[in-house]
């Protein structure tokens, strides 16, 4: 490293015997920011815009029929590092795979947002809802009824 | 012989001046700490164990969760780490995105030392103001990232996503209002007799000292040591920014705090030079282990949808071999010692935490002040337990 390189902070230590100088201009400080505008949001009562991308809670996507675009290949079980989500998969005679159980352990989750990156039909994705509160532990325990309506009536 | 009375004091795990859960065992002569045994433990979650079970891509939310104050430093470190031990290098664009990321973590993690230490040493106001600015930080990590505190932005070959033209806006908002605030901090207390006073001579501690406690970041630079990861080994694109390294002299509180109060500037100049040289191209290396092929590329072309499920299901093979990686974080040199043995899970993950080695120099800074002084010394040295207790 070149000598350039480097500011040395210590020399503008504050000077000895001085009091009141420097309180004043703390104060002055103070008394400016007393007439700007506040920018305390009142949060139960005002909200905030959450960006796009903003990781909420789950939701599980449905297509044109109103049925589940999830195929249960459980590929979000497997990248979900904190082994929130459990998926039990059943098969139609003709093939057709579909969820018997899906659930999301909301309180194991860390929010990563894997799981929508891993979807290979974009079937789970993360909304833009952040409150959630109930009265028990398995009122965590989101299933598929409770995943498809996330973020249309008043959440939790 | 005189009967030398000495009362044992326990201070934390629940004290609110230590910023977590250090708890320090006070040995007083009176007011005088004659002795102080630091214990810590008290978050340890294994964090390094589990990270052997998982694969390289799952831990990257772990790192978050090291030194939650500053997160984004710790996604960096690790991926470069990976990064590493892979042989491949992230494109133009995502270094420049890193180290904006990197450096708002700085920004944050000071916001969130200065505030608290301020209010520990009974400068209340100063608080209000640095969260009021580090709002507007965790705002724009929130445009870029998805989320404010724990972004998990930085991804092993690249980042997550591309700026969107609001997250530079609001950028170069920031860049051109933030020095006025600096200002302001300064205004409230640099020159404070009462600050002044609660500071200077407070743990001091020599440069020969500092060192052999293998203290590094702010706190060693305040003894008068110019160490600095991002100048003397640069990494992501480092070099290509002009920018300064403060240090201190005497080593003590107050040299800490001035150290720090320049590395805010620092920081906010390296981001402005960031947001206006950022080059163009992709995000993301073109390794195919790494690269998560896109939603429409996967539901019309099977080797992508292949891709896909060996990315996420399987994890990527990392070689074997073993290395050491260091990055700067907010309190000091971040290490990743990495040992892989050719599968998808580390075979060893060892994290050099900062603070670690600055609690160890605890006993030595305390003995000879005041109880008082006991918070401003703890203050200071910006402990984060999430780190070192992992």
Same mark, same amino acid.
């Given at each position: 490293?070149?000598?350039?390189?480097?500011?040395?902070?210590? @020399?503008?230590?504050?000077?000895?015997?001085?009091?009141?100088?420097? &309180?004043?201009?703390?104060?002055?400080?103070?008394?400016?920011?007393?007439?700007?505008?506040?920018?305390?949001?009142?949060?139960?009562?005002?909200?905030?815009?959450?960006?796009?991308?903003?990781?909420?809670?789950?939701?599980?996507?449905?297509?044109?029929?109103?049925?589940? @675009?999830?195929?249960?290949?459980?590929?979000?079980?497997?990248?979900?590092?904190?082994?929130?989500?459990?998926?039990?998969?059943?098969?139609?005679?003709?093939?057709?795979?579909?969820?018997?159980?899906?659930?999301?352990?909301?309180?194991?989750?860390?929010?990563?947002?894997?799981?929508?990156?891993?979807?290979?039909?974009?079937?789970?994705?993360?909304?833009?809802?952040?409150?959630?509160?109930?009265?028990?532990?398995?009122? &965590?325990?989101?299933?598929?009824?409770?995943?498809?309506?996330?973020?249309?009536?008043?959440?939790? | 012989?005189?009967?030398?009375?000495?009362?044992?004091?326990?201070?934390?795990?629940? /004290?609110?001046?230590?910023?977590? #859960?250090?708890?320090?065992?006070?040995? %007083?002569?009176?007011?005088?700490?004659?002795?102080?045994?630091?214990?810590?433990?008290? %978050?340890? +979650?294994?964090?390094?164990?589990?990270?052997?079970?998982?694969?390289?891509?799952?831990?990257?939310?772990?790192?978050?969760?090291?030194?939650?104050?500053?997160?984004?430093?710790?996604?960096?470190?690790?991926?470069?780490?990976?990064?590493?031990?892979?042989?491949?290098?992230?494109?133009?664009?995502?270094?420049?995105?890193?180290? *904006?990321?990197?450096?708002?973590?700085?920004?944050?993690?000071?916001?969130?030392? $200065?505030?608290? /230490?301020?209010?520990?040493?009974?400068?209340?106001?100063?608080?209000?103001?640095?969260? +009021?600015?580090?709002?507007?930080?965790?705002?724009?990590?929130?445009?870029?990232?998805?989320?404010?505190?724990?972004?998990?932005?930085?991804?092993?070959?690249?980042?997550?996503?591309?700026?969107?033209?609001?997250?530079?806006?609001?950028?170069?908002?920031?860049?051109?209002?933030?020095?006025?605030?600096?200002?302001?901090?300064?205004?409230?207390?640099?020159?404070?007799?009462?600050?002044?006073?609660?500071?200077?001579?407070?743990?001091?501690?020599?440069?020969?000292?500092?060192?052999?406690?293998?203290?590094?970041?702010?706190?060693?630079?305040?003894?008068?040591?110019?160490?600095?990861?991002?100048?003397?080994?640069?990494?992501?694109?480092?070099?290509?920014?002009?920018?300064?390294?403060?240090?201190?002299?005497?080593?003590?509180?107050?040299?800490?705090?001035? =150290?720090?109060?320049?590395?805010?500037?620092?920081?906010?100049? *390296?981001?402005?030079?960031? *947001?206006?040289?950022?080059?163009?191209?992709?995000?993301?290396?073109?390794?195919?282990?790494?690269?998560?092929?896109? $939603?429409?590329? #996967?539901?019309?072309?099977?080797?992508?949808?292949?891709?896909?499920?060996?990315?996420?299901?399987?994890?990527?093979?990392?070689?074997?071999?073993?290395?050491?990686?260091?990055?700067?974080?907010?309190?000091?040199?971040?290490?990743?010692?990495? =040992?892989?043995?050719?599968?998808? /899970?580390?075979?060893?993950?060892?994290?050099?935490?900062?603070?670690?080695?600055?609690?160890?120099?605890?006993?030595?800074?305390?003995?000879?002040?005041? #109880?008082?002084?006991?918070?401003?010394?703890?203050?200071?040295?910006?402990? #984060?337990?999430?780190? *070192?207790?992992?």
């Amino acid at each position: 490293m070149e000598k350039s390189d480097i500011i040395v902070v210590s @020399k503008n230590r504050g000077e000895k015997g001085k009091y009141v100088k420097p &309180f004043l201009k703390g104060l002055q400080y103070t008394l400016g920011n007393f007439f700007s505008r506040p920018v305390t949001v009142q949060y139960p009562e005002e909200k905030t815009e959450r960006s796009e991308r903003w990781r909420g809670l789950h939701r599980l996507n449905v297509d044109e029929k109103g049925e589940l @675009k999830c195929v249960a290949c459980g590929l979000c079980a497997a990248v979900c590092p904190s082994q929130a989500i459990t998926v039990v998969a059943s098969e139609e005679e003709w093939g057709t795979r579909h969820p018997e159980k899906f659930v999301v352990n909301e309180l194991r989750c860390v929010f990563c947002g894997f799981c929508q990156e891993a979807c290979p039909k974009g079937a789970i994705s993360l909304t833009k809802v952040y409150e959630y509160v109930n009265y028990s532990r398995e009122d &965590f325990l989101f299933d598929i009824s409770r995943l498809k309506t996330t973020g249309e009536k008043w959440d939790c | 012989m005189t009967d030398r009375k000495t009362v044992t004091l326990n201070m934390g795990p629940h /004290h609110p001046a230590t910023h977590g #859960v250090l708890r320090v065992v006070l040995e %007083l002569d009176g007011e005088t700490i004659v002795n102080a045994t630091p214990v810590i433990g008290y %978050l340890h +979650r294994g964090i390094e164990k589990i990270c052997e079970n998982r694969t390289y891509q799952q831990i990257l939310p772990l790192t978050d969760r090291l030194d939650y104050a500053a997160a984004s430093a710790n996604n960096m470190g690790y991926c470069l780490a990976v990064e590493k031990l892979m042989g491949i290098e992230a494109p133009k664009r995502a270094q420049y995105l890193r180290v *904006i990321m990197a450096e708002f973590a700085r920004i944050m993690g000071h916001h969130l030392w $200065l505030g608290t /230490h301020a209010l520990d040493i009974g400068a209340m106001t100063v608080i209000f103001y640095a969260f +009021r600015d580090r709002e507007m930080v965790m705002a724009m990590n929130e445009e870029i990232a998805g989320y404010r505190l724990t972004p998990s932005f930085i991804r092993i070959g690249g980042v997550a996503y591309d700026a969107t033209d609001d997250f530079i806006l609001k950028v170069r908002k920031f860049v051109e209002w933030f020095p006025k605030a600096l200002e302001g901090y300064h205004q409230l207390l640099t020159e404070n007799k009462i600050w002044t006073t609660r500071t200077m001579n407070i743990g001091a501690i020599s440069a020969e000292e500092a060192i052999n406690y293998g203290m590094t970041g702010p706190s060693l630079r305040g003894a008068g040591v110019a160490y600095d990861v991002r100048k003397v080994f640069p990494y992501s694109s480092y070099d290509d920014f002009d920018f300064k390294i403060p240090v201190g002299e005497n080593g003590d509180v107050y040299d800490r705090y001035l =150290v720090r109060m320049e590395e805010f500037k620092q920081s906010i100049n *390296i981001i402005a030079q960031a *947001i206006e040289n950022l080059p163009s191209g992709p995000v993301m290396t073109d390794n195919p282990w790494l690269a998560n092929p896109s $939603l429409s590329e #996967v539901q019309n072309d099977l080797s992508a949808l292949i891709r896909r499920f060996m990315i996420n299901a399987k994890g990527v093979p990392v070689p074997e071999g073993e290395l050491y990686s260091a990055v700067e974080g907010a309190k000091g040199e971040l290490g990743f010692y990495l =040992v892989g043995d050719g599968s998808e /899970h580390p075979y060893r993950l060892k994290i050099r935490a900062p603070t670690f080695y600055l609690a160890s120099a605890l006993p030595r800074l305390l003995v000879g002040h005041m #109880v008082a002084d006991a918070i401003a010394i703890i203050g200071s040295l910006d402990f #984060v337990l999430g780190e *070192i207790d992992r």
